[in-house]
Protein backbone atom coordinates (compact mmCIF):
# COMPACT_ATOMS: atom_id res chain seq x y z
CA UNK A 1 0.00 0.00 0.00
CA UNK A 2 1.63 3.10 -0.85
CA UNK A 3 0.69 6.38 1.25
CA UNK A 4 1.01 9.37 -1.33
CA UNK A 5 0.68 12.88 -0.06
CA UNK A 6 -0.25 15.75 -2.51
CA UNK A 7 -2.43 19.28 -1.41
CA UNK A 8 -1.76 23.05 -2.94
CA UNK A 9 -1.18 25.62 -0.95
CA UNK A 10 -3.70 27.67 0.08
CA UNK A 11 -3.23 30.90 1.97
CA UNK A 12 -5.55 33.56 3.89
CA UNK A 13 -5.94 36.84 2.25
CA UNK A 14 -7.26 39.43 4.51
CA UNK A 15 -8.57 37.52 7.61
CA UNK A 16 -7.65 34.64 9.49
CA UNK A 17 -9.39 31.58 7.70
CA UNK A 18 -10.48 33.67 4.57
CA UNK A 19 -9.12 31.32 2.37
CA UNK A 20 -12.32 28.87 2.79
CA UNK A 21 -14.64 31.19 1.31
CA UNK A 22 -12.80 32.66 -0.89
CA UNK A 23 -12.14 29.00 -2.21
CA UNK A 24 -16.64 29.27 -2.59
CA UNK A 25 -16.06 32.60 -4.83
CA UNK A 26 -14.29 31.57 -7.12
CA UNK A 27 -15.91 28.07 -7.74
CA UNK A 28 -18.93 30.11 -8.22
CA UNK A 29 -17.21 32.72 -10.69
CA UNK A 30 -15.01 30.64 -12.70
CA UNK A 31 -16.25 27.45 -12.39
CA UNK A 32 -14.16 24.23 -11.71
CA UNK A 33 -10.13 25.14 -10.93
CA UNK A 34 -7.97 24.25 -14.32
CA UNK A 35 -6.42 20.71 -13.91
CA UNK A 36 -2.39 21.71 -14.93
CA UNK A 37 0.86 20.99 -13.94
CA UNK A 38 1.52 19.04 -10.81
CA UNK A 39 -2.04 18.36 -9.99
CA UNK A 40 -2.05 16.75 -13.27
CA UNK A 41 0.85 15.35 -12.62
CA UNK A 42 -0.93 13.87 -9.54
CA UNK A 43 -3.76 13.03 -11.14
CA UNK A 44 -2.44 10.75 -13.53
CA UNK A 45 -0.04 9.02 -11.21
CA UNK A 46 -2.97 7.90 -9.53
CA UNK A 47 -4.86 6.84 -12.77
CA UNK A 48 -1.91 4.69 -13.54
CA UNK A 49 -1.90 2.95 -10.11
CA UNK A 50 -5.83 2.53 -10.60
CA UNK A 51 -5.25 0.67 -13.64
CA UNK A 52 -2.39 -1.13 -12.15
CA UNK A 53 -4.50 -2.38 -9.35
CA UNK A 54 -1.88 -1.08 -7.01
CA UNK A 55 -3.29 0.21 -3.55
CA UNK A 56 -2.41 4.01 -1.96
CA UNK A 57 -4.13 5.91 0.33
CA UNK A 58 -4.05 9.62 -0.02
CA UNK A 59 -2.92 12.27 2.84
CA UNK A 60 -3.39 10.08 5.65
CA UNK A 61 -1.13 12.09 8.05
CA UNK A 62 -2.83 10.41 11.01
CA UNK A 63 -1.44 6.98 9.52
CA UNK A 64 1.76 8.29 8.56
CA UNK A 65 2.38 9.48 12.45
CA UNK A 66 1.13 6.31 14.12
CA UNK A 67 3.88 4.83 11.46
CA UNK A 68 7.17 6.14 11.51
CA UNK A 69 8.98 3.69 9.78
CA UNK A 70 6.04 4.29 7.08
CA UNK A 71 7.28 5.25 3.71
CA UNK A 72 5.57 8.07 2.97
CA UNK A 73 5.57 9.28 -0.86
CA UNK A 74 5.38 13.18 -0.88
CA UNK A 75 4.04 14.02 -4.63
CA UNK A 76 4.18 17.62 -3.53
CA UNK A 77 4.53 19.91 -2.62
CA UNK A 78 7.20 21.14 -0.33
CA UNK A 79 5.28 22.74 2.76
CA UNK A 80 3.48 19.46 2.82
CA UNK A 81 6.81 17.62 4.50
CA UNK A 82 6.26 19.82 7.48
CA UNK A 83 3.25 18.12 7.84
CA UNK A 84 4.76 14.42 8.16
CA UNK A 85 6.76 13.04 11.49
CA UNK A 86 10.60 13.96 10.75
CA UNK A 87 11.15 9.99 10.96
CA UNK A 88 8.92 9.00 8.04
CA UNK A 89 11.33 7.92 5.86
CA UNK A 90 10.39 9.99 2.54
CA UNK A 91 10.15 9.76 -1.39
CA UNK A 92 9.85 13.41 -2.13
CA UNK A 93 8.92 14.15 -5.94
CA UNK A 94 8.43 14.92 -8.23
CA UNK A 95 7.02 18.04 -7.73
CA UNK A 96 10.22 19.27 -5.65
CA UNK A 97 11.61 22.45 -5.32
CA UNK A 98 12.64 24.49 -8.31
CA UNK A 99 16.29 24.07 -7.66
CA UNK A 100 18.17 22.42 -4.15
CA UNK A 101 19.30 25.78 -3.57
CA UNK A 102 16.36 26.87 -2.05
CA UNK A 103 16.69 23.57 0.23
CA UNK A 104 20.12 22.95 0.99
CA UNK A 105 19.54 20.87 4.04
CA UNK A 106 16.54 18.62 2.67
CA UNK A 107 18.43 15.39 2.68
CA UNK A 108 19.16 16.70 6.63
CA UNK A 109 16.06 18.28 7.62
CA UNK A 110 13.59 15.37 6.42
CA UNK A 111 14.57 11.53 5.80
CA UNK A 112 13.86 12.04 2.22
CA UNK A 113 15.58 8.97 0.52
CA UNK A 114 14.81 9.89 -2.71
CA UNK A 115 14.22 12.66 -4.86
CA UNK A 116 12.26 12.54 -7.97
CA UNK A 117 12.45 15.21 -10.28
CA UNK A 118 11.02 15.31 -14.09
CA UNK A 119 13.02 14.71 -16.42
CA UNK A 120 16.95 14.78 -17.14
CA UNK A 121 18.21 17.71 -17.40
CA UNK A 122 16.81 18.38 -13.94
CA UNK A 123 18.23 15.60 -12.47
CA UNK A 124 21.76 16.68 -13.85
CA UNK A 125 21.00 20.25 -12.51
CA UNK A 126 20.15 18.88 -9.17
CA UNK A 127 23.18 15.94 -9.01
CA UNK A 128 25.62 18.22 -7.69
CA UNK A 129 23.30 19.28 -4.27
CA UNK A 130 21.82 15.94 -3.95
CA UNK A 131 23.97 13.22 -5.41
CA UNK A 132 22.66 10.39 -6.18
CA UNK A 133 19.94 10.65 -4.40
CA UNK A 134 18.37 12.52 -7.29
CA UNK A 135 16.33 10.37 -9.93
CA UNK A 136 14.13 11.41 -12.75
CA UNK A 137 10.69 10.47 -13.23
CA UNK A 138 7.83 11.43 -15.86
CA UNK A 139 3.92 11.28 -15.28
CA UNK A 140 2.63 8.99 -17.68
CA UNK A 141 -0.14 10.45 -20.38
CA UNK A 142 -3.98 9.43 -20.36
CA UNK A 143 -3.51 7.83 -24.36
CA UNK A 144 -7.07 6.66 -24.08
CA UNK A 145 -8.10 10.02 -23.35
CA UNK A 146 -5.59 11.74 -25.40
CA UNK A 147 -6.19 10.20 -28.91
CA UNK A 148 -6.27 10.80 -32.62
CA UNK A 149 -9.31 11.87 -34.42
CA UNK A 150 -10.22 10.86 -37.59
CA UNK A 151 -8.67 13.47 -40.68
CA UNK A 152 -11.94 14.27 -41.36
CA UNK A 153 -12.17 16.76 -38.16
CA UNK A 154 -9.00 18.09 -39.22
CA UNK A 155 -9.74 21.89 -40.64
CA UNK A 156 -7.24 23.70 -38.68
CA UNK A 157 -3.40 23.58 -39.59
CA UNK A 158 -1.51 24.40 -37.22
CA UNK A 159 -1.92 25.62 -33.28
CA UNK A 160 0.12 27.70 -32.11
CA UNK A 161 1.04 27.07 -28.53
CA UNK A 162 2.51 29.91 -26.49
CA UNK A 163 4.21 28.86 -23.56
CA UNK A 164 6.99 31.91 -23.44
CA UNK A 165 7.28 32.58 -19.91
CA UNK A 166 9.81 35.47 -19.70
CA UNK A 167 10.59 38.49 -21.24
CA UNK A 168 7.14 37.67 -23.32
CA UNK A 169 6.78 41.07 -24.96
CA UNK A 170 10.43 40.54 -26.27
CA UNK A 171 9.39 37.42 -28.25
CA UNK A 172 6.01 38.60 -29.65
CA UNK A 173 8.21 41.00 -31.08
CA UNK A 174 11.03 38.29 -32.19
CA UNK A 175 9.91 35.34 -32.01
CA UNK A 176 5.92 34.76 -32.22
CA UNK A 177 5.28 37.31 -35.01
CA UNK A 178 7.58 36.10 -37.28
CA UNK A 179 6.47 32.93 -37.06
CA UNK A 180 2.93 34.31 -37.28
CA UNK A 181 3.84 36.18 -40.72
CA UNK A 182 5.51 33.26 -42.01
CA UNK A 183 2.24 30.91 -41.55
CA UNK A 184 0.14 33.22 -43.50
CA UNK A 185 2.81 33.76 -46.35
CA UNK A 186 2.69 30.43 -46.40
CA UNK A 187 -1.45 30.06 -46.65
CA UNK A 188 -1.49 28.12 -43.20
CA UNK A 189 -4.44 28.54 -41.53
CA UNK A 190 -3.61 28.74 -37.87
CA UNK A 191 -5.03 28.88 -33.96
CA UNK A 192 -2.94 30.30 -31.22
CA UNK A 193 -3.69 29.05 -27.24
CA UNK A 194 -1.83 30.82 -24.39
CA UNK A 195 -0.55 28.79 -21.86
CA UNK A 196 -2.67 28.72 -18.40
CA UNK A 197 -5.47 30.32 -20.23
CA UNK A 198 -7.48 27.21 -21.32
CA UNK A 199 -8.91 24.52 -20.00
CA UNK A 200 -8.29 20.77 -20.54
CA UNK A 201 -11.71 20.48 -22.67
CA UNK A 202 -10.53 23.74 -24.81
CA UNK A 203 -7.08 22.00 -25.43
CA UNK A 204 -8.31 18.57 -26.36
CA UNK A 205 -11.16 19.85 -28.99
CA UNK A 206 -8.38 22.27 -30.82
CA UNK A 207 -6.00 19.28 -31.08
CA UNK A 208 -8.90 17.33 -32.76
CA UNK A 209 -8.77 19.86 -35.50
CA UNK A 210 -5.34 20.77 -36.09
CA UNK A 211 -2.85 19.22 -38.37
CA UNK A 212 0.47 19.64 -36.39
CA UNK A 213 1.33 22.02 -33.61
CA UNK A 214 4.06 24.80 -33.10
CA UNK A 215 5.16 24.81 -29.15
CA UNK A 216 6.68 27.70 -27.80
CA UNK A 217 8.77 27.52 -24.63
CA UNK A 218 12.32 28.52 -23.20
CA UNK A 219 12.57 24.63 -21.23
CA UNK A 220 10.57 22.40 -19.68
CA UNK A 221 10.91 19.70 -17.00
CA UNK A 222 8.79 17.14 -18.39
CA UNK A 223 6.24 19.00 -20.58
CA UNK A 224 2.73 17.36 -20.29
CA UNK A 225 0.83 19.90 -22.80
CA UNK A 226 3.03 18.84 -25.74
CA UNK A 227 3.39 15.06 -24.68
CA UNK A 228 -0.98 15.33 -24.48
CA UNK A 229 -0.59 16.63 -28.26
CA UNK A 230 2.04 13.46 -29.19
CA UNK A 231 -0.58 11.60 -27.85
CA UNK A 232 -3.34 12.86 -29.67
CA UNK A 233 -1.26 12.10 -33.12
CA UNK A 234 -0.71 15.76 -33.69
CA UNK A 235 3.38 16.15 -34.97
CA UNK A 236 5.42 18.97 -33.18
CA UNK A 237 7.67 21.73 -34.42
CA UNK A 238 9.35 22.76 -31.33
CA UNK A 239 11.41 25.82 -30.26
CA UNK A 240 14.22 24.03 -28.58
CA UNK A 241 16.83 27.28 -27.67
CA UNK A 242 19.40 25.46 -25.50
CA UNK A 243 21.51 26.91 -23.60
CA UNK A 244 20.87 28.18 -19.95
CA UNK A 245 18.25 27.69 -17.37
CA UNK A 246 16.49 31.09 -17.80
CA UNK A 247 14.04 31.05 -14.12
CA UNK A 248 14.83 35.16 -13.64
CA UNK A 249 14.60 33.83 -10.10
CA UNK A 250 17.66 31.99 -10.11
CA UNK A 251 19.62 33.11 -13.09
CA UNK A 252 21.88 34.80 -13.98
CA UNK A 253 22.76 36.01 -10.30
CA UNK A 254 22.05 32.74 -8.46
CA UNK A 255 22.50 29.36 -10.35
CA UNK A 256 24.25 29.23 -14.13
CA UNK A 257 22.98 26.05 -15.50
CA UNK A 258 23.44 24.37 -18.98
CA UNK A 259 22.13 22.73 -21.38
CA UNK A 260 18.47 22.78 -20.97
CA UNK A 261 15.60 21.48 -23.52
CA UNK A 262 12.03 22.65 -24.12
CA UNK A 263 11.31 18.63 -24.92
CA UNK A 264 12.94 16.62 -22.41
CA UNK A 265 10.70 13.49 -23.84
CA UNK A 266 11.61 13.40 -27.92
CA UNK A 267 12.81 11.17 -30.90
CA UNK A 268 12.30 11.45 -34.31
CA UNK A 269 8.84 10.51 -34.21
CA UNK A 270 7.48 12.91 -31.97
CA UNK A 271 8.39 16.07 -35.16
CA UNK A 272 11.22 18.52 -35.41
CA UNK A 273 12.68 21.23 -33.62
CA UNK A 274 14.25 24.84 -34.48
CA UNK A 275 16.71 26.91 -32.53
CA UNK A 276 15.78 30.39 -33.28
CA UNK A 277 13.37 32.62 -35.51
CA UNK A 278 16.02 32.15 -38.15
CA UNK A 279 16.21 28.61 -38.60
CA UNK A 280 12.20 28.68 -38.17
CA UNK A 281 11.36 28.73 -42.21
CA UNK A 282 13.77 26.19 -43.50
CA UNK A 283 12.68 23.88 -40.28
CA UNK A 284 8.99 24.61 -41.14
CA UNK A 285 9.32 23.72 -44.72
CA UNK A 286 10.94 20.30 -43.57
CA UNK A 287 8.49 19.79 -40.99
CA UNK A 288 4.84 20.48 -42.67
CA UNK A 289 6.40 18.42 -45.60
CA UNK A 290 6.68 15.03 -43.41
CA UNK A 291 3.38 15.95 -42.01
CA UNK A 292 1.98 15.86 -45.38
CA UNK A 293 3.59 12.49 -46.20
CA UNK A 294 2.62 10.83 -43.21
CA UNK A 295 6.07 10.54 -41.85
CA UNK A 296 5.90 11.39 -38.48
CA UNK A 297 4.49 9.26 -36.00
CA UNK A 298 4.25 11.09 -32.43
CA UNK A 299 1.56 8.59 -30.59
CA UNK A 300 4.23 5.66 -31.10
CA UNK A 301 6.78 7.28 -28.82
CA UNK A 302 4.06 7.87 -26.20
CA UNK A 303 2.82 4.54 -26.30
CA UNK A 304 6.38 3.26 -26.11
CA UNK A 305 7.47 5.70 -23.22
CA UNK A 306 5.03 7.27 -21.23
CA UNK A 307 1.62 5.43 -20.55
CA UNK A 308 0.14 5.73 -17.48
CA UNK A 309 0.82 2.19 -16.75
CA UNK A 310 3.93 1.98 -17.60
CA UNK A 311 4.63 5.22 -15.69
CA UNK A 312 3.03 4.51 -12.34
CA UNK A 313 4.81 1.16 -12.64
CA UNK A 314 8.50 2.63 -12.62
CA UNK A 315 7.10 4.62 -9.70
CA UNK A 316 5.95 1.59 -7.83
CA UNK A 317 9.07 0.29 -7.97
CA UNK A 318 11.22 3.21 -7.35
CA UNK A 319 8.83 3.19 -4.15
CA UNK A 320 9.65 0.07 -3.36
CA UNK A 321 13.19 0.07 -3.53
CA UNK A 322 13.13 3.00 -1.25
CA UNK A 323 10.92 1.44 1.27
CA UNK A 324 12.89 -1.90 1.26
Known amino acids: MLNLFY ?28 VMGQRRMFLNL ?17 LARRNPS ?27 HSHPVDA ?8 VKKVLVPGGWMKDMCAPYWGSAVESWPVGIDSDSWRPQPASEKTIDVLLYDKVRWR ?7 LIEPIRAHLRESGRSFWELRYGAYRE ?37 AWDRGGFWQDPAYFPHRVRYAPVTSVPYWDDRCGATFGGVEDFAPAWERFWADCRAGRI ?6 LENLTLEKCARRYADIAASVGA
Open 201 to 237: EQFKALLARCRAMIFLCEHETQGLAYQQALSCGVPIL
Open 297 to 302: RPRDYI
Open 70 to 96: ALACVIGKPFVLDKLERRNPILFGAAV
Open 104 to 111: PDLLERYA
Open 7 to 34: QEPETDRWLPFDRYPRRIVRRLLRGRAR
Open 168 to 174: HDEFELT
Open 46 to 62: CAGLDRLRIPYRVNDFK
